[in-house]
């Protein structure tokens, strides 16, 4: 078992890292809850919500609301039954929420409990790979048609309980999704990391690496939400990839891709515009070459409008005024922000689509 704590403003959390220690849940908690609400989603529960369920044996009170799995739950129709549930088994202050699975049911079961009653504790249970970023940093939210996670606010978890056994189940889309915020964290700090990753292909990935890759994520996530929780600064450097792939996740329509796959698309149009104004080497040719190896879904972008995916940046939480601010690197491990001119957003859009797309 491996552990990392984090330091939030409100209070320290611990991040623990095991196999099968979704069974051991109550003697990992802090305090004695007495009513704890499951929320977890209808694929994850299929798994995972009974092993979880049956390790209360002290006689709180279990309940437990299942959403629907995908993107497309993280909605307000889906926060309001929540909600209900809430009410429905009335939590109270001292009540807890685990929130069981990928990072949908994190940013979900996580902004449920950070309004409810004006907030009670959550635990996150993450149960996938790109989940080592979702339940660390306490960023919870929903999605509006207009933008991803437009509805939120800066809520920490008590304690991230990560049970790597259940890494086993996801599909290979899901551990490729997973990997581009893996990638993400490696472009943001290290580039000996990020040159042992661009030889991985995720069909042979061993399990040691992969358990060496979160731990390394997850310190790369918490050593900068330490220093600035709220985003007001370096924060939004975690955003490297993002302002395209939330783009182009709200114009396909919520779960038309998966939020991995689009951040790894919108890694790679960062990073072209990160070498027009840096003579760095990003490694964008060995970058491209790892996409296509793993199957990444390139050919998306044949079918989306520059244009339109432009407007949809101005949805960013980083735009300011609609001028779009752009997450850059200025080498591997050097990322800055640099507000960005619209028409040199939609000549590169239009050229990675081009390239990429149609190749
Ligand atoms: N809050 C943050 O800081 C943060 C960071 C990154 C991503 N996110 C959000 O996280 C979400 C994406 O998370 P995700 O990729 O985990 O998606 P997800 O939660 O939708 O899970 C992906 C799919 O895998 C299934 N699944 C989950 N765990 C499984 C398991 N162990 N075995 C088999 N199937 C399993 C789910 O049912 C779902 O179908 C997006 O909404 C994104 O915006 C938030
Ligand atoms: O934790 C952060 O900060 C991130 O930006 C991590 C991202 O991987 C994550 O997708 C986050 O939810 C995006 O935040 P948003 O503020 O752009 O919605
Ligand atoms: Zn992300």
């Given at each position: 078992m491996k552990t990392l704590q984090i330091k939030a403003t409100t209070h320290e959390y611990e991040v623990v890292l095991g196999e099968g220690i979704r069974h051991r849940i109550?003697?990992?908690?802090?305090?004695?809850?007495?009513?704890?609400?499951?929320?977890?989603d209808d694929q994850v529960s299929d798994y995972y919500l009974e092993d979880v369920r049956q390790s209360f044996t002290g006689g709180q009170h279990v309940h437990t609301a299942v959403v629907p799995s995908g993107e497309a739950s993280k909605?307000?129709?889906?926060?309001?039954?929540?909600?209900?549930?809430?009410?429905?088994?009335?939590?109270?202050?001292?009540?807890?929420?685990?929130?069981?699975?990928?990072?949908?049911?994190?940013?979900?079961?996580?902004?449920?409990?950070?309004?409810?009653?004006?907030?009670?504790?959550?635990?996150?249970?993450?149960?996938?790979?790109?989940?080592?970023?979702?339940?660390?940093g306490g960023k919870v939210a929903i999605?509006?048609?207009?933008?991803?996670?437009?509805?939120?606010?800066?809520?920490n978890p008590q304690k991230v309980v990560y049970d790597l056994e259940t890494i086993a189940t996801l599909s290979?889309?899901?551990?490729?999704?997973?990997?581009?915020?893996?990638?993400?964290?490696?472009?943001?700090?290290?580039?000996?990391?990020?040159?042992?990753l661009l030889d991985v292909s995720l069909d042979t990935l061993t399990s040691r690496q992969l358990e060496e890759d979160l731990y390394r994520g997850i310190q790369v996530k918490a050593s900068i939400v330490e220093k600035d929780e709220k985003?007001?600064?370096?924060?939004?450097?975690?955003?490297l990839g993002h302002t395209l792939a939330h783009a182009i996740e709200s114009e396909l329509g919520y779960g038309r891709v998966t939020h991995g796959e689009a951040v790894a698309l919108g890694l790679l149009y960062a990073l072209k515009l990160s070498s027009r104004k840096s003579d760095k080497d990003l490694r964008v040719n060995d970058y491209v070459n790892w996409l296509r190896k793993n199957e990444y879904p390139l050919d998306l972008l044949r079918g989306?409008?520059?244009?339109?995916?432009?407007?949809?940046?101005?949805?960013?939480?980083?735009?300011?005024?609609?001028?779009?601010?752009?997450?850059?690197?200025?080498?591997?491990?050097?990322?800055?922000v640099q507000a960005m001119d619209d028409s040199l957003l939609l000549n590169e859009l239009k050229c990675v689509i081009e390239e990429v797309g149609n190749g």
């Open positions: 109550p003697e990992m908690l802090e305090k004695d809850y007495q009513s704890i609400l499951i929320i977890t909605s307000m129709e889906c926060y309001e039954q929540l909600l209900d549930a809430c009410t429905t088994h009335q939590l109270d202050r001292r009540s807890l929420i685990i929130a069981l699975g990928g990072g949908m049911i994190g940013d979900l079961a996580g902004f449920t409990a950070s309004t409810y009653l004006r907030g009670i504790d959550y635990i996150q249970v993450p149960t996938t790979i790109l989940a080592h970023d979702s339940s660390v999605n509006h048609p207009r933008g991803k996670n437009l509805i939120g606010s800066f809520f290979r889309k899901e551990i490729r999704s997973g990997y581009g915020e893996v990638i993400k964290h490696a472009f943001l700090s290290d580039v000996n990391w990020l040159e042992s985003e007001a600064d370096i924060r939004q450097y975690l955003n989306l409008d520059a244009e339109k995916l432009v407007d949809r940046m101005k949805w960013d939480k980083k735009t300011i005024g609609r001028q779009i601010n752009f997450v850059l690197l200025d080498g591997v491990g050097h990322p800055y």
